[in-house]
C-alpha cells in the first residue's frame, strides 16, 4: 500500500453492473450513480416492500437495464453480465435480517453464501470488469473483543445464520480474489465492505428499527423495542454508500493493497443504544407514541455490542463520516415527512444526495465520460 489514493475517477459513461438495485441501499446507490452519469445495470429481485424507495423515487426510468431475478439463476446472473460489459461491479443483494435467518437459515445461506459465489463466477467470464466491491456487515466479526471496535484484521465468525452467512461470504470472496483473480487469472480486484446499521428515508423494512418508529410514529400506536439497549453503529445511508465508491476508485486506479477488506463505520462519539435512537425518532417525528420493552418471547440471539474501527478507511481511502448522528436522523425523518405531505421523492432523495456530497472531501461530480 502506498497512502492515501488521490487519483481521480470519471463515473460519467462508466458502465457499472449493480446486484440488490431494488433494495433500499441500492436504490440509494443506484440514484447517486446515474446523478454522476453512470450506465447503471441492475440485477435484483422485486422491491421488498410496499411501499418501496425503489418505486417511491423513480430509480427504475434512470436505469440502463433492470433485470428481475435471482442471484441462484447463475445464467441469467453472467448473461446480465455479459451484457453490461461493466468495469464496475458493486454487490448488495442479500438477505439482510437476523431475525429472518433465524426463521429460514437455508435461504439465507443460499442467498448471501451461494449467491456470492454465483456473482464471482459469473464475472470472471466478463474481462471488461476492473473492480468488485462486495457488501456484507459490521457482523462478520467473532464476537469475542469485548466493547472494543472491531478491526479488518479480527476474526470473522457469526452465532447467528445471518452473521455466518456474511462471514462466509468474506471467505468466497477471499478464496475466489486468490485463486482465480489478479496474479492467478482474471485482471479484476475484489475487496468487501464492512458497513453498520444504515438509516435513511426510503426504508420501510420489517424489524428495522427506524422504519418500525415511523410506523408507530404515523398511527399513533405504541413502539415495541427488543434490545434497548443493544449498542450499532449507526449510520446515514449515504455514508457507507461513499465510501463503496471510494473503495471502487481505489480498487481502479490504486494498487492491489486495496483488494482487501474494509470497514465503513461512524465515529465513535456517534455511539447509542437502539432506545436512545429510537427516542431521538420519535421525538423529531413529534410523536407522543409509548415506547414499550416487552419480555422477551424469543431465542433469538443477538449481539449486545457492535463497533467498527474505520481508521484504516479514513487514512488510506480518505474516507470520513459526514453527518453526525443526528443530522442523519433529522435527514431520514425530513425525507418521511416530505414523502407524507406527498412531495416528489426523486427530487428530495436527489437533494439529500447533493447536501451530503458537498460535504465530502472528495468531490463527486459528472465530467468527461469513461473510456
Not at 32 to 40: E, I, T
Not at 253 to 281: E, L
Request: hydrophobic letters at 40%; aromatic letters at 8%; proline letters at 6%.
Amino acid at each position: 500500500m502506498e497512502g492515501l489514493v488521490t487519483a481521480p475517477v470519471t463515473w460519467n459513461g462508466r458502465s457499472v453492473f449493480l446486484t440488490g438495485h431494488t433494495g433500499f441501499k441500492g436504490s440509494w446507490l443506484s440514484l447517486w450513480l446515474q446523478q454522476l452519469g453512470s450506465d447503471v445495470h441492475g440485477f435484483a429481485l422485486d422491491p421488498p416492500s410496499e411501499p418501496a424507495i425503489y418505486d417511491v423515487a423513480r430509480v427504475e426510468p434512470g436505469m440502463a437495464t433492470d433485470t428481475r431475478c435471482d442471484l441462484a439463476d447463475l445464467d441469467a446472473l453472467a448473461a446480465a453480465l455479459a451484457e453490461a460489459r461493466p468495469s464496475v461491479v458493486f454487490h448488495l443483494a442479500a438477505q439482510p435480517l437476523v431475525r429472518d435467518s433465524y426463521r429460514d437459515p437455508l435461504a439465507t445461506y443460499r442467498t448471501n453464501v451461494m449467491g456470492t459465489a454465483h456473482l464471482l463466477e459469473a464475472a470472471r467470464q466478463v474481462e471488461s470488469i476492473a473492480a468488485i466491491v462486495v457488501v456484507t456487515t459490521d457482523k462478520v466479526y467473532r464476537a469475542e473483543q469485548g466493547a472494543r471496535s472491531h478491526r479488518e484484521s479480527d476474526h470473522l465468525g457469526g452465532i447467528d445464520p445471518y452473521s455466518a452467512s456474511k462471514a462466509a461470504a468474506e471467505i468466497v470472496a477471499g478464496s475466489y480474489r486468490a485463486s482465480f483473480f489478479g496474479a492467478s487469472g482474471h485482471a479484476a480486484r475484489i475487496a468487501t465492505a464492512r458497513a453498520g446499521n444504515v438509516i435513511g428515508g426510503g426504508d420501510w423494512g420489517h424489524e428495522r428499527l427506524v422504519p418500525d418508529c415511523l410506523r408507530a410514529a404515523d398511527a399513533g400506536t405504541p413502539l415495541f423495542l427488543r434490545f434497548p439497549d443493544a449498542v450499532r453503529p449507526w449510520q446515514h445511508v449515504l455514508e457507507p454508500l461513499s465510501g463503496y465508491v471510494r473503495l471502487a476508485e481505489a480498487l481502479l486506479t490504486g494498487g492491489d493493497g486495496f483488494a482487501d477488506g474494509w470497514n465503513f463505520g461512524p465515529d465513535a462519539a456517534d455511539d447509542a443504544t437502539v432506545g436512545q435512537v429510537a427516542r431521538t425518532v420519535m421525538e423529531l417525528a413529534g410523536s407522543n407514541s409509548r415506547i414499550d420493552v416487552p419480555p422477551r418471547g424469543d431465542a433469538f440471539d443477538e449481539t449486545a455490542t457492535l463497533r467498527l474501527d474505520s481508521s484504516r478507511a479514513r487514512r488510506e481511502l480518505g474516507w470520513t463520516p459526514r453527518w453526525p448522528l443526528q443530522q442523519a436522523i433529522t435527514r431520514t425523518v425530513e425525507w418521511h415527512q416530505a414523502w407524507r405531505r406527498g412531495e416528489d421523492m426523486h427530487l428530495v432523495t436527489l437533494a439529500q444526495i447533493g447536501d451530503y456530497a458537498a460535504a465530502c472531501p472528495i468531490q463527486w461530480a459528472p465530467d468527461a465520460k469513461a473510456v
